[in-house]
């Protein structure tokens, strides 16, 4: 059965990808005329989701592309996308969702960055957050170095520190939080908990679906106390954003039975601050 799956998912992909490279061929020649010393494919942060949290150089780089090639998480946003104004721009979804079957692959997203960049077209990789963050770009780099295609980034910013401004949490301060470390939870068995034990303010991305594992392993191997504030932010900056305030010793109990996803923890004092 899995090898069946695995199959189904491969022509599905294989399909989408073959579909994608047949509307991006449409495009006119003149789109495709652009200066020989423009760089070929920008890997740009969108950011949280909303064109309010672009950078300049990111919406300048929407309005001049041939080709959108975007994430979901923040870099969907139809605010966001509404930059991309060029006549005849292509707009290429390539979000992953949950490993479902029916998600692009890396592999396939990669494969694609290079095709496009060898047509002659000027293509936006836009990913939500930052490109330096949990976003897989150095497979996308690689991919593109090997195949001589020309590259850019411009940075984005991360969920890790906008989600937790915006319920005015600082991650640093003088005496609460002299440093602060940033991990991704989606795999709790791959982390070394016993390394935040000496951090002030440990932020957890993708903690979603693992948030009592990460609770518990910093309570046991990092030695946090019980009683260390905590805050959980779902959709951190955008108008359906929630937040869980609470301590080590009852957060999991606070959001049990809610919808996490896409959350972020936050744990340290700097958490009463807000």
Known sequence: MRRAVAIEASAI????????????????????????????????????????????????????????????????????????????????????????ARSWTQKDICALLVELGKSGKTVVRLKGGCPSTFARVSEEIKALRDAGVSYAMLPGVSSALSAPLSVGIPLTDRELGRHYSVCGAHDPSSIDFSAFSRIDTCVFLMVGRTLPLVVEALQGDARKAPSTPCCVIRNGMQPDERSWFGSLCDIVDKTTGESLSPCVLIVGEVVTLA
């Open 13 to 100: 992909q294989s399909a989408r990808l073959a579909s994608t490279r047949r509307r991006c061929s449409r495009t006119t020649a003149s789109s495709s005329s652009s200066s020989s010393t423009e760089t070929s494919v920008q890997l740009i942060g969108a950011g949280p989701g909303g064109a309010d949290s672009l950078t300049l150089g990111a919406a300048k780089a929407l309005a001049r592309c041939d080709v959108v090639v975007h994430d979901d998480l923040g870099a969907s946003s139809s605010s966001v996308l509404a930059l991309a104004t060029k006549p005849n721009v292509e707009f290429v979804s390539v979000g992953k969702r949950g490993g479902a």
